[in-house]
């Protein structure tokens, strides 16, 4: 059956229901993706009733169309340009006045509006009774009720929304919003004009386009005048005299006279429809507020949340993350054993398998971190969190929100960049993105362990207390620095709502963590298994090494010698069978870190190595760094190969080999800053690139953090030894 | 009066939103309007930003937002 197909959007202020009714119309079969070029989520969801296909579209959550943010552009570029054949408004019903601020915008517009009266029950239990009719007939927009955590009204709304999509198009003029006499004169006037300048090519409703040239609207005005050619100077002239007209006469911009009037607009019908009881119930948000933003204990609430998000995060994630090692582990070991020797094992156990498994195991962590994530923000605890932190973000040049995910990036940087998609202004989001990896990550700390543990023994807490201290005076510098250059610009103003507190439904917070992961997998996995392949074929590669002594002829001899001497004392055997075991397997660390020092990983690391110099890290290190560009877990045991450290306990051997090798406790102190600063793990560089949309902003990060490295490990390193360290 | 002088817990009204075009703009598309009234809620712990009840729903603003927009107490 070849059904006809609708468009559908819904659109409404953040925290009305909207994305709650939207999950209960299309449920599983939504899509997520972003608005092309900007990171904005654009979620749809294709579903078939009464006979249509109807595509349902969720907008971003804005308070206006006025296109100040990226979430304002592309919602009222979407109705403008997409024509999509309806548009569901969600009104929150106990926050009707400021949602029919969008309802207005909504009907200015030329298209089909249906308004969903959401949670109009919660409303009524606080003294407000809507009459939908009389809204209804006063914006000459059909109302219909809904519920969106009961589930209620959904298919009314899409019966409604068809019913409304197939009428033949009448939008009467008489019931839009009205201006005042002299604004009414000075739009009809500029409508006029545009009419006769501009006729049939104009691409939206007139009288609309008139409203936004008078308001100064930048997006209207540059596509006005793109197709205006050679009239363009006259239309300039046209446009400034019809604001001149209006502010000569209300000494004021006419955008924020017609905003004025437009909730004056509203104001009227709200006195129409609504009746407020003069009984007021308790209000329990603001009783839970009480106490969540307390003046005393509203901080150690908080912190208390924070800390248990890291517990659950990553003590908890620990567990399966353990059950994933073993997995991946227990692959790797039946390959090892059931696969011929061969470059392709090779690449399978040591490239491929090595390099998705360390990705993998953050899977759990990042489950767990996006339900407490979707936890806080679906009560609507998240912007209580920014309304605590804010003076102290201020501070940096960052919004209160920007909080959460530089936290997070001490744990891991990959879920706090994703996390950084709750804030709304994408300069802010840049600049969170660029400093969170300074927030250092979990998986440096082996890495810390092993050097301070071998050159500052009983120090070492300390030295590791300052080493995640430099890295958040460093953001800090960051941000204020970026701040004042490239990312100049006011930090987005403070003008947040704070949501009623809701019980969040399990479906969204379930719905929202499956997306996250999805998109970890899918997206990660690619980048992640390529750039594991590379490094490996890096270390792998050339085969035909000459190694400066015959190992496999040693091992052999080593062998041989056992086999003659052979004791009779069972006791004897053993420990001899034991010393023959370990001197072999010293050989083939040899071997290896030989085999390393020779490949062309091996002759990377030689070639930066007078890059490295200057900083006091020899070619070993600067091999490990590299291969930390993978995971950062990685450099230790790439360490552990160059320095030959077998054995059981390979950080014990690491160690006596690192503190009997050149390196000084000062280089030591270079390399745990460069490896602090440094370049991000590949993973987290996927994510950055995920998140910001840009190449540029990717790459910006990459060399900023690894200049500042040197630069900083540079410093260190030479004042460290100007005082004779 | 400015807004940021009104203690917690008093009303106002509003006179005039100063400040510049976009942030004053949205300041006004929240609902902060010539007359509307507003309840001065909370401040927060670290006395920045502040917590207002405007048209019935609870708004936040930056002190030194809050700063440019003169009101009359009621």
């Known amino acids: ?725 | 009066m400015l807004l940021s002088d009104i203690r917690e817990g008093q009303n106002a009204r509003i006179v005039r939103v100063g400040g510049n075009g976009a942030l004053r703009r949205r300041i006004f598309e929240m609902g902060i309007i010539h007359g509307a009234e507003v309840h001065v809620e909370k401040y927060a712990p670290l006395k920045d930003p502040l917590e207002l009840i405007v048209k019935g729903y609870h708004l936040s603003l930056r002190v030194e937002e809050a700063a440019q927009i003169t009101v009359e107490p009621v």
Not at chain 1, 229 to 247: F, K, V
Not at chain 1, 318 to 338: D, G, R
């Open chain 1, 1 to 725: 059956m070849n059904s006809r197909k609708l468009t559908i959007a819904l659109a409404g202020n953040p925290n009305s229901g909207k994305t709650t009714i939207f999950n209960n119309l299309t449920g599983a079969h939504q899509k997520v993706g972003n608005w092309s070029g900007v990171t904005v989520e654009k979620k749809e969801g294709v579903i078939s009733r009464h006979g249509y296909e109807l595509t349902i579209i969720d907008l971003p959550g804005t308070y206006s169309l006025t296109p100040f943010s990226i979430e304002e552009i592309v919602a009222r570029n979407f109705v403008l340009d997409a024509h999509p054949d309806v548009v569901i408004d969600i009104i929150d019903a106990s926050n009707l006045e400021r949602s029919l601020y969008l309802a207005t915008q909504l009907r200015e517009i030329d298209c089909k509006v249906l308004f969903a009266l959401n949670m109009a029950d919660m409303a009524k239990s606080r003294g407000v009774k809507i009459h939908a009719d009389k809204l209804s007939e006063l914006l000459e927009v059909p109302v219909v009720f809904t519920v969106g955590n009961k589930n209620e009204g959904m298919d009314a709304l899409l019966k409604k929304a068809i019913e409304l999509a197939e009428a033949p198009r009448q939008i009467s003029q008489s019931r839009k919003v009205r201006y005042s006499p002299d604004i009414e004169t000075a739009v009809a006037d500029l409508q006029e004009f545009i009419h006769q300048a501009l006729p049939d090519t104009l691409p939206y409703n007139e009288r609309w386009t008139a409203v936004k040239l008078i308001e100064d609207d930048k997006i209207v005005r540059e596509r006005i005048l793109s197709l205006s050619g050679e009239r363009r100077q006259e239309i300039e002239t046209r446009i400034r005299l019809s604001r001149q007209y209006i502010m000569d006469r209300f000494d004021d911009d006419p955008e924020i006279i017609m905003t004025d009037e437009r909730y004056g607009f509203i104001a009227g019908i709200v006195k129409e429809a609504v009746t407020t009881s003069a009984q007021q119930r308790v209000d329990i948000s603001r009783n839970i507020d009480l106490v969540l933003t307390n003046r005393f204990i509203g901080f150690p609430i908080f912190v208390i949340f924070i800390w248990g998000m890291f517990q659950l995060t990553f003590s908890l994630g620990k567990y399966p993350q353990e059950w994933i090692t073993v997995c991946v582990h227990a692959i790797s070991t039946a390959l090892e054993l059931h696969l011929p020797d061969s470059l392709f094992k090779d690449l399978l156990l040591n490239g491929v398998i090595a390099g998705v498994g360390s990705v993998i195991v953050f899977l759990p962590n990042i489950l767990i971190l996006f339900f407490c994530i979707s936890l806080f923000e679906d009560t609507g605890y998240m912007a209580r969190t920014a309304f605590l932190m804010d003076k102290i973000m201020h501070a940096i040049g960052l919004h209160g929100k920007s909080f959460i995910p530089m936290l997070m990036g001490f744990g891991c940087n990959v879920p706090a960049i994703m996390a950084t998609r709750t804030l709304e202004s994408e300069k802010d989001r840049i600049l969170t993105v660029l400093i969170t990896p300074f927030m250092s990550c979990s998986a440096k700390l082996p890495i810390y362990i092993v050097l301070t543990g071998t050159f500052f023994a009983a120090r070492a807490g300390t030295v590791i207390f300052i080493i995640y201290l430099t890295g958040v005076v460093l953001s800090i510098i960051t941000g204020r620095l970026l701040r004042t250059t490239l990312l100049r610009g006011l930090d987005a103003p403070f003008v947040m709502e704070l949501p009623p507190y809701r019980i969040p439904m399990a479906k969204s917070v379930v719905i929202h963590m499956w997306e996250r992961s999805k998109m970890f997998l899918k997206k990660m996995g690619n980048v992640i298994l390529i750039g594991s392949v590379i490094i490996w074929a890096l270390s792998a590669f050339p085969r035909d090494i000459t190694y400066s002594r015959n190992y496999g002829a040693e091992i052999q001899n080593l062998r041989r010698q056992e086999a003659i001497q052979t004791p009779g004392d069972a006791a004897a055997r053993k420990s001899l069978k034991k010393e023959t075991a370990a001197a072999i397997d010293t050989i083939k660390g040899q071997m290896q870190a030989e085999q390393v020092e020779k490949s062309y990983m091996g002759q990377l690391g030689k070639l930066l190595a007078p890059v490295f110099a200057p900083i006091g890290i020899d070619w070993r290190g600067s091999v490990a760094l590299m291969s930390g560009f993978v995971a950062k877990e990685i450099v230790v045991s790439t360490l552990g190969i160059l320095y030959g450290a077998r054995g059981n306990d390979k950080t014990e051997a690491l160690r006596t080999a690192l503190s009997s090798s050149d390196m000084t406790p000062l280089s030591a102190v270079s390399m745990l800053v460069f490896v602090l600063l440094y370049l991000p793990c590949l993973a987290t560089i996927a994510t950055i690139r995920r998140e910001l949309h840009s190449w540029k902003w990717t790459a910006f990060s990459i060399g900023y953090s690894t200049s500042l490295a040197w630069v900083v490990a540079f410093v260190v390193y030479h004042s460290g030894k100007f005082l004779g360290f």
